[in-house]
């Protein structure tokens, strides 16, 4: 069965970090796009952050750029999203995809990831 699991979500103060988890079982993440995505209450969901799996180009939302760290270690068949400096409007049920795309070079939001996960929760509150 193919899978995606997410780990690491919680709650931490503003200003504080966490290192979300993606991973995969019953595929190799190898030559898959990987990318982020939120959905706040009330919210649509939005992109965060997305990395190749040709290259490991990465691309980053603009409300998160400079703070969220997207990487990859295929290794261990994972992706994380290291988010630092978090604020409030951070807060949301953070979900990964993965689309199989073995020579795309460039990322985005915009394609139909094939494999999703079932979210973590992300909450920033003092």
């Known amino acids: 069965q193919l899978q995606l699991v997410e780990s690491g979500g919680g709650l931490v103060q503003p200003g504080g970090s966490l290192r979300l988890s993606c991973a995969a079982s019953?595929?190799?993440?190898?030559?898959?796009?990987i990318a982020w995505f939120r959905q706040a209450p009330g919210k649509k969901r939005e992109g965060v952050s997305c990395?190749?799996?040709?290259?490991?180009?990465?691309y980053y939302a603009g409300s998160v750029k400079g703070r969220f760290t997207i990487s990859r270690d295929n290794a261990k068949n994972t992706v994380y999203l290291q988010m630092n400096s978090l604020k409030p409007d951070d807060t949301a049920v953070y979900y990964c995809?993965?689309?199989?795309?073995?020579?795309?070079?460039?990322?985005?939001?915009?394609?139909?990831?094939?494999?999703w996960g079932q979210g973590t929760q992300v909450t920033v509150s003092s």
């Open positions: 995809a993965a689309d199989y795309r073995p020579t795309q070079d460039i990322c985005n939001f915009l394609v139909a990831y094939d494999y």
């Open positions: 990395i190749t799996g040709s290259n490991g180009s990465t």
């Open positions: 019953g595929f190799t993440l190898d030559y898959y796009a």
